[in-house]
């Protein structure tokens, strides 16, 4: 994950436009981060293909 971060308060505003809370809130930046992750994995040269 070296190289991806959130901008966490745009990010808290976003699901907050979005009308999550709490943990809805937080499953929503998870999911976020683990797009961020999975779409750097897939661009790598040496990751493997599906």
């Known amino acids: 994950m070296a190289g991806l971060d959130l901008d ?12 999550a ?3 809805a809130a937080a499953e929503l930046l998870l999911a ?3 797009g961020l992750a ?3 994995a897939a661009r790598r040269p040496d ?3 599906p």
């Open 38 to 40: 999975a779409g750097s």
């Open 8 to 19: 966490m308060p745009a990010a808290l505003a976003t699901v907050r436009e979005m009308g």
């Open 21 to 23: 809370s709490g943990w």
């Open 47 to 49: 990751s493997p293909g």
């Open 32 to 34: 976020m981060r683990m």
